[in-house]
């Protein structure tokens, strides 16, 4: 099985109700919602890996959808933490997805090289100068 089809292999048994077992905090319509959502987003990365059929390229996609990935997860963190800071309190929700967008990063980022991960997160992690 080549490093593609090994990807496809671990985001189709990416289980988000085993996840959200630890988010008792949401009732079923949120967690159904959560479910949805994770779902979709893997779903789309599939569909979109399906049809490229250079490994380059192949790779290339991998990693763009890790960027989107992580930069979606760093908003999340960014409204959880001042939420919780500002009102004592944090969205129950947009926590859990962000959980379930770092599960999802962890089950991409083995099949992207680790300077190719140091160099998008090191990205995401510059403040702009504005």
């Known amino acids: 099985m080549d490093h593609i089809e ?14 959200l077992n630890k988010a008792s905090n949401l009732d079923d319509l949120q967690r159904k919602e959560l479910v949805q ?8 990365f599939l569909s979109g890996l399906s049809h490229i059929t250079d490994q380059d390229d192949a ?3 991998i990693a763009v959808k890790y960027v989107e990935c992580k930069a979606n997860w760093i908003q999340m ?3 959880v933490n001042y939420q ?3 009102t004592g309190k ?8 962000a959980a379930l967008m ?8 083995p ?8 160099h998008i997160n090191n990205l995401l992690a510059e403040r702009l100068a504005g």
């Open 37 to 44: 959502s994770l779902e979709s987003e893997t779903s789309r």
């Open 6 to 19: 090994q990807l496809r292999k671990v985001l189709s048994e990416l289980s988000v109700e085993v996840l």
């Open 111 to 118: 099949f992207i090289s680790q300077k190719d991960v140091l």
């Open 84 to 86: 919780t800071v500002l």
């Open 77 to 79: 963190n960014l409204q």
């Open 102 to 109: 770092s599960a999802m990063l962890a089950k991409i980022e």
């Open 90 to 97: 944090k969205d129950e929700f947009v926590f859990n997805r």
């Open 59 to 61: 790779q290339y996609f």
